[in-house]
Nanobody, 113 residues
Framework: QVQLVESGGGLVQPGGSLRLSCAAS????????MGWYRQAPGKQRELVAR??????VYADSVKGRFTISRDNAKNTVYLQMNSLKPEDTAVYYC????????WGQGTQVTVSS
C-alpha cells in the first residue's frame, strides 16, 4: 500500500532554513506528480509546491523561498525552505498531486524566535 514518510522538520528562527524529505513507496513514484502540502492550526491543508521531473509549480506564498526537488532513484521528494517566516509554521506533508486518500504522519515546522 501507499506509504509516505516525512522528516526534517523542527524549530527554526525567522529567516532560517530547513530541508524536508519524504520517502515514498507502494506506487510508481517516477510516473507521478509529487507535492508538498502544509496544514497550519485552524486552517485547511494547502498545496505549497509540486513537481513532475523538472517542471515545478509553487504557491505564491512560498515562491522564491522554497525549492522542491526529487530523486526518482530513491523514491524521495525534498523541500528546501529558505527565508522562513512565522506564517510558514505548519505540519508539512508530501503526497501525490492529486493526493492519495492515505497521508503520512507529516513533519512539524515551527518558525519562531
Amino acid at each position: 500500500q501507499v506509504q509516505l514518510v516525512e522528516s526534517g522538520g523542527g524549530l527554526v528562527q525567522p529567516g532560517g532554513s530547513l530541508r524536508l524529505s519524504c520517502a515514498a513507496s507502494g506506487f510508481i513514484f517516477s510516473n507521478n506528480v509529487m507535492g508538498w502540502y502544509r496544514q497550519a492550526p485552524g486552517k485547511q491543508r494547502e498545496l505549497v509546491a509540486r513537481i513532475l521531473n523538472s517542471g515545478t509549480v509553487y504557491a505564491d506564498s512560498v515562491k522564491g523561498r522554497f525549492t522542491i526537488s526529487r530523486d526518482n532513484a530513491k523514491n524521495t521528494v525534498y523541500l528546501q525552505m529558505n527565508s522562513l517566516k512565522p506564517e510558514d509554521t505548519a505540519v508539512y506533508y508530501c503526497n501525490r498531486y492529486p493526493a492519495f486518500h492515505s497521508w503520512g504522519q507529516g513533519t512539524q515546522v515551527t518558525v519562531s524566535s
